[in-house]
């Protein structure tokens, strides 16, 4: 059969040097491991396989040959409209369309609209029922359990250079994806991996890996897609050491500070980590994964610094990522300790994120029990700038207030000299000026929101609860965005369908 494995990054065209430089070097960089594990597998199957990414440089439809016999699309959330406007065309061509990836676990009834395979988790065996037509469609498929068996790098290599490398050849900044665990200890009730018990991958998988990657690529840059990289600190260390050290690839990852303790973060230094992603969430909630158990406010501020102070003695890049609209949070006060983190660690980037309603998640049935999701908004724009819900302690406009603020005290000129003139390596701070830039846009976007919030009456009553109906804001935002698209998908298509839109399924689970 003729196979094609799709990525969709994003459902927005690029735009503009900034958004094109920024995409070619950072968002780019964002591509899936299960898309690249599945065209694998359907090549190990016997089957013609084309496998591609979109993030925006391009046509997405053009992507991919359109005589297919089967397609796999791959997408967040927030991507979601471009994959059902895809999938219309795709099954216009009689191809069988098949969804996977964040989107499909969230919120596998809605997509099943446009899809006729929905698949939650996944192994190659249900690969293989797929493609021998074993399931007759519309169909929510999963396997009822996490996927521990993953191809070596070497056998996604063709995928990896398609999507990360530039002529076959890995560039400045390019990231080669791997995990070495799946699932995640904790239970933040945002995530979607909050009830996937963690597992490590064998030991000698990422041994071999590693290894494979040392010899093959001069000088290669890895990036753990792990939920939560090294839980299991010491073993995987252990691991990363049998490498001599001049061999070691360099690599990102995200964790929790509570991981990254004293006695610790030595190791990191010595196994190449060039930059961490630790999450601090919100200064009034989940502080058991910032290390500073017990501690709120102020006193949480002053323990997160000062960590990654210590953190930054062995790592030359280092990013923070905070939650900002959580129930416990109310009044200036998390802006304003954001705003001192921000101040006193000039070298970590900030990464502000809106709370939104992820299918299959308690947050979510939380927000739904409450009355306090805005059901008409389309998925499109479950991502930041947009707020999907109703806050608990803030109004629309001052919640964007506060947000421009936040983002107005990183992306300021004066903060991006102060990052410039940080020692630093590994082209960190090309990267952090580029997300500056980036950051400013961003601030564009927030004010426009809030200035929408301040003056249209019918916008702001949307999203105070006052009304269902959607904001022609947001059906011109749509638009826009699907470009020569936007015929494809009308409005009813657009509002998601919450008959069965929550995330709790009713799957079908493979032998």
């Known amino acids: ?17 900034i958004s094109r430089t920024y995409a070619a070097y950072f968002r780019k960089q964002f591509t899936g491991i299960m898309p690249q594990v599945v065209s694998v597998w359907c090549r190990q199957l016997g089957h013609e396989v084309f496998y591609a990414t979109y993030y925006g440089a391009e046509d997405p439809i053009e992507a991919l040959p359109r005589d297919l016999d089967v397609v796999f699309i791959s997408t967040y959330t927030q991507a979601s409209t471009i994959a059902y406007a895809l999938a219309k065309l795709y099954r216009r061509d009689g191809v069988l369309t098949v969804l996977g990836g964040p989107h499909a676990k969230s919120f596998p009834h809605d997509s099943l609209r446009f899809f006729d395979i929905v698949v939650s988790d996944c192994d190659k065996a249900l690969i293989d029922d797929i493609l021998s037509g074993r399931f007759d469609p519309p169909q929510i498929v999963t396997t009822g359990r996490p996927l521990t068996d993953f191809p070596l790098l070497q056998e996604r290599l063709p995928e990896i250079r398609k999507s990360a490398f530039v002529n076959g050849r890995p560039i400045f900044m390019s990231v080669i994806p791997t995990l070495s665990s799946v699932g995640c200890p904790y239970r933040c009730d945002f995530c979607i991996d909050w009830n996937n018990d963690y597992v490590g991958l064998p030991d000698d998988q990422l041994e071999a890996d590693l290894r494979w990657l040392a010899e093959t690529f001069d000088d290669p840059l890895v990036a753990f897609h792990d939920p939560n990289f090294a839980v299991r600190f010491d073993r995987t260390m252990d691991v990363m050491e049998r490498l001599p050290k001049a061999k070691r690839p360099r690599y990102i990852m995200e964790s929790s500070l509570s991981i990254l303790k004293d006695g610790r973060l030595s190791r990191l230094g010595d196994t190449n980590c060039l930059y961490a992603a630790p999450g601090i969430e919100s200064w009034g909630d989940y502080s058991n994964k910032s290390g500073a158990n017990g501690a709120f406010g102020q006193a949480k501020l002053d323990r997160v610094v000062d960590h990654f102070q210590r953190l930054g003695d062995h790592v030359p890049g280092m990013q923070a990522n905070f939650l900002f609209g959580a129930d416990a949070d109310k009044g200036a006060e998390p802006a304003e300790l954001t705003k001192a983190f921000v101040r006193r660690l000039p070298r970590v980037f900030p990464t502000i994120n809106i709370p939104t309603p992820f299918g299959a998640t308690p947050l979510h049935d939380r927000y739904v029990r409450e009355g306090r999701l805005l059901k008409s908004l389309p998925f499109a724009f479950y991502h930041n700038p947009y707020l999907a819900i109703r806050l608990k302690h803030y109004d629309p406009v001052s919640y964007y207030d506060h947000l421009i603020d936040i983002h107005e005290s990183f992306a300021s000129w004066r903060m991006m000299a102060r990052r410039l003139t940080t020692p630093s390596r590994g082209g960190v701070r090309f990267i952090h000026a580029l997300r500056t830039f980036a950051a400013r846009d961003d601030v564009a976007a927030l004010r426009r929101i809030r200035g929408t919030m301040a003056t249209d009456r019918t916008f702001r009553a949307f999203h105070e609860g006052e009304t269902d109906r959607l904001p022609a804001f947001y059906r011109e935002e749509a638009t826009r965005r699907l470009g020569r698209y936007a015929d494809l998908l009308s409005i009813d ?10 995330g709790e399924t009713e799957d079908v689970a493979a032998e």
């Not at 059969?1 to 040097?17: A, K, Q, Y």
């Not at 298509?493 to 929550?502: E, Q, S």
Request: hydrophobic share 40%; net charge negative; glycine share 12%.
């Open 493 to 502: 298509d657009l509002i998601p369908n919450w008959d069965h839109a929550g």
């Open 1 to 17: 059969m003729r196979v094609g494995v799709l990525d969709i990054l994003t459902d927005t065209p690029l735009r503009g040097p």
